[in-house]
């Protein structure tokens, strides 16, 4: 009897839980983005928080469920957008470019909710008529002010080029060209890739200038193939390009050339601030992939638009009056910036010796901000009044963070910060009173007399005679922390390619490169395109072991991905602040069909190519009769592959829905154009335009088993 009254109270508990839930109300976010797009992606990590802590509140105090509503736009914006309205969505984020938002801006402007897009293009919040789109991440023109801040001012560059690859980066370079001239440096020579010249005779041009900083804009293609050409002829300045990390702009550049290339962004999955940290951990174990600058730009939207609900009024007004609001970007400030813009937060970065891009300044505007954290908020110590000094002589420290140091001058030791608006009283000063002395943790610090605000007569302190001058170069070595440290040294995959639906094995080193032995711990990644999860257990690992560890799975869809490999997943091991930031391990890897045959092969008008090589019969023939042509036989189809490169293909990619033509003109084969073929065996294969004329054609080609 006790058991079946329990089982009700039980039955009726869940019962009053599910109604509960369903009661709560929804409110519904469109994403004009793909399904696993970077948009839609940083959208659902924020979405999923929010949600998981109780939901959004709205300014009644009431709570309620977010709920993404996902339309790819790059097909079809108007039906996307129809589908969007008929949702009755309360706000939308996306389309991602530029180009995408200014040619649907009318549709846009129709939803009659606020827009907010990570496109940085300079031009789209000014094309606004409505004012009801927002964007979430710092415009060109900022990306641009911060890299000339960085070269002048960091480097104390004054002879600097810029190259314009093409005209869709126009606005980028007059960005960047109007900040550098307005800090006294106006770029010389300015090039523009004109349609009829060659990349040579740019190289050849800058070669001759030598400039000391070559700041590039443009075509990935076309930039990396300029920065090689200008280290193979010896131009040995410092190469900035905004988008470094593009993949085509990498598979031109040699390895061995990509380290110390400048690049700008407005977050990068490097910086170790706690809250980049957060939600770079947070976002590799939800979907087990790197987020870039979209995906973070689209998660501090969905939290924009959470703190506007909060707030009484409309939700675009509301949007616009948030201030000071913390973000995985930096500091957020709508309230303070021109209408439709939320941060002016850029990165300014480089390349590393194994391609990572390192951060070496962030910036909020004009201002340059510890590279450590998002974006400290200005004044947020009140500025003091003379009752709360410190009794006799006393500092307040003006900069953003000041060194603490155990002598008068740079060659020693630091013991510690203070942070700007921080007071502390004078106890002493040197003979020439350029530098002050504090009591600082129980020890003599000090500080630099011009970097500080002081208070009351100086010459009142005694002076104190400074420590011996440290030798130089000679650091003492802090005892470190007993502490494991697990890091990830290497992966490499068996077989490789992977192979679809076949077994494939990552094989993993990992390390203790603390002082301290691990107990257990979990290794694990989530494998793309299948989101495969795979973990491994290890069961100890002492100081200075490595151990191999195999992630074993299968996956069915053939691509180029990159996955991350997180050790101590779970947060077994207590590694310390540092030792937490490198359990990340970055691994590409692809998967494909086997190659049944591959080669090159010139056919002149008549000829027959056979993909296969088995001289049972032919796929294609260069045909002259009745109108040059490349004609598909004995059943093979035919078609172009836009937008890639024989490299970069792969089974899938040869898709027989669009590889689907009896003949191609001569008309469409064009230098380096990619023709699919589906075999007359049914064999999927890719052919690369090597050259053709009207009576010759010369391909690269290789087929593929299936």
């Not at 300079?122 to 606004?128: A, L, Y």
Request: with cysteine; net charge negative; hydrophobic share 40%.
């Amino acid at each position: 009897m006790m058991q079946r009254l329990k089982i009700i109270l039980l039955c009726l508990i869940a019962s009053f839980t599910i109604v509960h839930a369903q009661e709560q109300p929804v409110l519904r976010i469109g994403v004009l983005d793909d399904e696993q797009g970077a948009i839609t992606n940083g959208a659902r990590l924020a979405v999923q928080e929010i949600n998981d802590s109780g939901g959004v509140r709205g300014a009644d105090g009431s709570f309620s469920r977010l709920e993404l509503i996902i339309q790819p736009s790059g097909i079809d914006m108007e039906a996307a957008v129809n589908a969007l309205r008929n949702a009755a969505v309360t706000a939308v984020l996306g389309p991602e470019t530029s180009e995408e938002v200014l040619n649907g801006m009318p549709l846009l402007q129709s939803l009659g909710v606020p827009v907010l897009t990570p496109a940085v293009g300079d031009t789209i919040i000014t094309s606004d008529s409505s004012g009801r789109l927002v964007r979430t991440r710092a415009p060109e023109v900022m990306q641009g002010q911060a890299l000339a801040n960085f070269l002048l001012n960091e480097f104390g560059l004054q002879r600097i080029a810029t190259v314009q690859l093409d005209v869709a980066s126009t606005a980028s370079v007059i960005g960047f060209s109007t900040s550098a001239s307005a800090l006294g440096v106006t770029p010389q020579p300015a090039l523009l890739l004109r349609q009829d010249q060659q990349i040579n005779d740019l190289v050849q041009r800058l070669v001759e200038a030598d400039p000391e900083a070559i700041v590039a804009y443009g075509s990935p293609a076309l930039a990396g193939t300029l920065y090689s050409n200008l280290r193979n002829d010896g131009w040995q300045g410092i190469f900035a390009y905004n988008l470094a990390n593009d993949e085509t702009f990498r598979s031109i550049v040699p390895f061995s050339q990509l380290s110390g290339i400048l690049s700008t962004t407005t977050w990068s999955y490097t910086a170790t601030d706690v809250t980049s940290v957060t939600f770079l951990n947070a976002f590799v174990r939800t979907f087990g992939a790197l987020p870039g600058d979209v995906e973070a730009s689209a998660y501090d939207g969905v939290r924009l638009i959470a703190a506007a609900i909060g707030q009484p009024g409309d939700l675009l007004t509301s949007l616009h009056q948030l201030d000071n609001l913390s973000s995985v970007q930096g500091i957020l400030r709508p309230a303070q910036l021109n209408s439709g813009e939320t941060s002016s937060n850029v990165t300014v970065t480089r390349l590393g010796s194994f391609g990572a891009p390192e951060v070496l300044a962030r910036y909020e505007g004009s201002r340059r901000l510890p590279t450590d954290v998002p974006a400290p908020l200005p004044n947020i110590t009140p500025t003091p009044v003379p009752t709360n000094t410190p009794e006799g002589v006393s500092i307040t420290i003006s900069n953003a963070r000041q060194n603490v140091r155990s002598g008068p001058s740079i060659q020693f030791d630091i013991l510690g910060q203070l942070n700007e608006g921080e007071q502390a009283r004078v106890i002493g000063a040197s003979i020439d009173y350029t530098w002050v002395v504090i009591d600082f943790r129980g020890q003599q610090g000090w500080l630099a007399t011009y970097l500080l605000e002081v208070h009351g007569e100086l010459n009142r302190v005694p002076i104190i005679a400074p420590p011996p001058t440290p030798t130089v170069g000679v650091t003492p070595t802090p005892t470190p922390a007993p502490e494991p440290d697990i890091v990830i040294d290497a992966a490499g995959v068996l077989p490789s390619p992977i192979i679809p639906g076949q077994p494939f094995t990552v094989s993993v080193t990992v390390r203790n490169a603390g002082n301290s032995n691990a107990g257990t711990f979990a290794i694990a990644s989530t494998f793309p395109p299948n989101n495969v999860y795979i973990p491994a257990l290890i069961p100890s690992l002492n100081v200075g072991q490595s151990v191999v560890v195999t992630l074993n799975g299968t996956l069915t869809n053939t691509g180029f991905y990159t996955t991350a490999i997180v050790a101590d997943i779970n947060n077994e091991v207590a590694e310390g602040a540092n030792g937490e930031l490198n359990n990340t391990f970055t691994f590409s890897y692809i998967v494909d069909r086997p190659i049944r045959n591959q080669g090159a092969q010139t056919l002149n008008l008549g000829d027959t190519i056979d993909l296969e090589g088995d001289f049972v019969q032919g796929d294609a023939n260069w045909n002259a009769d009745g109108g040059l042509a490349l004609d598909a036989i004995f059943g093979a189809k035919l078609g172009i592959i836009a937008g890639s490169d024989i490299s970069a293909v792969h089974w899938d990619l040869i898709n027989p829905g669009v590889i689907n033509r009896d003949s191609i003109p001569r008309a469409e084969i064009n230098l380096g154009s990619l023709i699919g073929i589906v075999t007359a065996n049914g064999n999927r294969g890719v052919m690369r335009v090597d050259s053709v004329t009207d009576s010759q054609l010369t391909v690269t080609f290789k087929v593929y088993v299936g």
